[in-house]
């Protein structure tokens, strides 16, 4: 049972390059997030979806786009980065609604910009 | 919208004392969680409270859930080193919504 596995850990990207952070698991879980982590301001939300063919934005959806083709994979985009995007990116995911269940989180991607 | 805060950010603490840490929000919320974080890696999960007067206790750490108050605890008893690290709350409103965290309280833990 792989959990939520998140590729690649690290990249470097220049300033208008494209590129696509993957996310995939292997629960059968409905509800998939994608996160930005920097210092100082905890976790904050940039896309969810709540089952394959639905998505929404979170706080900070400027720049990403996302899909849910399917229930397992949940890609992150970044349309044309820039250094404001330089950060650690987590996803993560849980069955919906589930009593007594927790968000399962990947071991994040480390995206520079530069 | 949903805020979530947390205090302190930074707590350093000595090897066997007591300690809170602080969560609270602003909309109503059932379900609450709390998380760790060591630095460079990911979030593991700790407690997740679904309902009013809601205790966990794992080890020396205990959290607890007062949704009238909308508050959330985490106690930590005679602190060891090892607890280190960076904890995190986070909450979900009812319904399809994701989590929404705190800023985190980053733990140091000194001899």
């Known amino acids: 049972n792989a959990g939520v596995t998140q590729t690649p850990k690290f990249q470097v990207l220049k300033t208008g390059q494209s590129m696509t952070l993957q996310c995939a698991q292997d629960?059968?879980?409905?509800?998939m997030s994608w996160y930005r982590q920097d210092p100082g301001m905890g976790l904050r939300l940039i896309h969810y979806s709540v089952g394959a063919g639905i998505t929404d934005q979170g706080e900070v959806p400027n720049g990403y786009n996302v899909s849910r083709s399917t229930t397992e994979d949940f890609p992150l985009r970044l349309l044309s980065a820039a250094p404001s995007q330089t950060s650690v990116y987590f996803c993560?995911?849980?069955?919906?609604?589930?009593?007594?269940?927790?968000?399962?989180f990947g071991s994040g991607t480390r995206l520079t910009v530069v | 919208e949903l805020k979530v805060e947390q205090n302190p950010l930074f707590l350093s603490m000595q090897e066997g004392k007591n300690y809170t840490i602080y969560c609270n929000y602003s909309t109503t919320s059932d379900r609450l969680y709390w998380y760790r974080q060591d630095p460079g890696k990911s979030l593991e999960s700790l407690f997740v409270?679904?309902?009013?007067?809601a205790v966990k206790q794992e080890g020396r750490l205990m959290a607890s859930l007062d949704t009238k108050a909308r508050l959330s605890t985490l106690h930590i008893t005679a602190a060891v080193h090892d607890l280190s690290a960076t904890y995190f709350c986070?909450?979900?409103?009812?319904?399809?919504?994701?989590?929404?965290f705190g800023k985190g309280t980053r733990l140091s833990v000194i001899a």
């Open positions: 993560a995911s849980t069955k919906a609604r589930t009593t007594n269940y927790g968000y399962t």
């Open positions: 629960m059968n879980h409905e509800y």
């Open positions: 409270l679904l309902s009013n007067g």
């Open positions: 986070a909450v979900d409103r009812s319904g399809n919504t994701p989590l929404v």
